[in-house]
């Protein structure tokens, strides 16, 4: 055991010259310090604690966001004119600062775990504030241009706030190793008093979280309500191109309930489907009229229309990044797409009979459809054939009704339940950050029946059907269709696991401030080392740094 203890000495001191030295580059021994951290340096690491907690809400709030990519992107494209993945350099960027902070935040945890002197290197401290800033402008520029998108942090809190809660409670109980290690080797009584007052604090905190969780996934399994149909939002438009007649048919194979689509009208009075207000990004408009690719939709007869091209640019988007995972046949099967009419899809749903929700956009000023342009719409439907209960639209009420009484009109305000029987409305259409679950129980006792788009993501879809929605619209029915149970459904015994797990960490605890006291006690001796080189101090840093050297090599094991 004797003569293996050089390499072991050899080892340790390996090891703390890599530490100190990533972290500070402070590779040699000399270099090294027990002595107390500055003021100005621990300044330094509440910055980088600070921009570590940013940069993780940043990342969780983009790794939640999720669900709406494709609306950031199409948010991007109204602004641009240009249609790119906007995610994808924020992702890369998040994840390359992410890693970078929280492995700096390690290394300073191993820095105060052996009682080394924090001093973080002046490249770090560049890299430290440039992830504070970009993170900063990050935030401000999401709340100004995607504020309502903040709404799904608290959503997402409802999936997996318990899950969250048992992590940082595993997290912070491990952290007493380190602040009862601070603390059995602090001589400075009010160092003591408060590091212990701030982690007893935040230790509290944790334990009492649960009481302000409030998910609607913890429930027993016998109240959970009937799975929530799922509406075809534009189709399928992760496996065809939105809004075309083959979107809708991919959408019927994945068992939806029903199809929704955005309605324009053309200049010769035919309504067609199509969501933005120029045809640049789902037509080939730029090749076949070059000069009017940024004129409205709605300024194209019928013909026009029919004789785009709608498929190309989804194979050359690729949007969902689905394109590489098609058969030859199913590629050549989105090329051919073309702009889909209301009466198509009328008649698919017809032959399914499945319902159809539809938003209904009105021409231009100066349109020849502008005052006709709703009588225009419901005279398909009704020539359509398909039978009036089936058809959902949300446009003006009052003359619907007085055409087509026995559609089933919905309404895209959030208005109280006697308000919308007044108005001879039993349905809602809401994004799903509008309704809390409260809300949809007291829409659901009083017999109006909500639909909340756009739900993509498993995680949204299991919450909102605990929360006892009817319905969904959704642009990914191909990855609902895996859902058959809500992936998070904590039982009712949940306070049983929060007492348990509170108690569990207080004994870790305690146990782990009564083992540091401890093995600690005993320790504290005078070092010769530390002595010396404080007190040399003032000297030239060629005299210090010669003098720790000899003095470090003279005290090798021989």
Known sequence: MVKHQPLQVYERQLCLSCLTGIYGCRWKRYQRSHDDTTKWEFLWSLILFFTFSLLLVWFYFWWEAHNDYNEFNWFLYNRSGEWIDGT?????????????????????????????????????????????????IGFISVNQTWGEEWAVLPISLQATGPFLHLGALVAVTALAWLVAGQVARSEKTMFQ?????????????LYMAPLSITSPCIMDHANLTPRPDVIGHQGAPMLAPENTILSFQRALQMNVSGLEADVAISLDGVPFLMRDRTLRRTTDVEKVFPDRQLDDASSFNWTDLHSLNAGQWFLKEDPFWTVQSMA?????????????????????????????????RRPPHGHPCYHSWINDTLGVILLSGI????????????????????????SVEKLPPQVLHQQGISRLLLRYSQASPDDIRWFSRSNVSVTLYTVNEPWLFSVLWCSGVSSVSSEAPNILRKVPYPIWLIPDEYCLIWVAADLISFTVVIGIFVFQKWRLSGMHSYNPEQIMLSAAVRRSSRDLNIMKEKLIFSGQPQ
């Open 328 to 360: 030859q046949r199913e590629v050549m099967l989105v090329g051919n797409q073309s702009v889909c009419s209301l009466e198509q899809l009328l008649r698919l749903a017809t032959l399914h009979n499945h319902t159809v929700v539809f938003d209904l």
């Open 387 to 410: 039978p009036q209960h089936l058809v959902r639209p949300t446009g003006d009420r009052g003359q619907v009704r007085q055409v087509a009484p026995g559609l089933q009109q919905m």
């Open 193 to 205: 008093v408060v590091v212990l007052l701030l982690y007893l604090s935040v230790l509290l905190g």
């Open 88 to 136: 994808v350099p924020i992702l890369a960027t998040t994840a390359a600062g992410f890693t970078y902070i929280a492995f700096l935040m390690i290394l300073a945890l191993c820095h105060i775990a052996v009682g080394q002197q924090l001093n973080l290197h002046w490249l770090h401290k560049i890299g430290v504030s440039t992830a504070l800033l970009t993170t900063a």
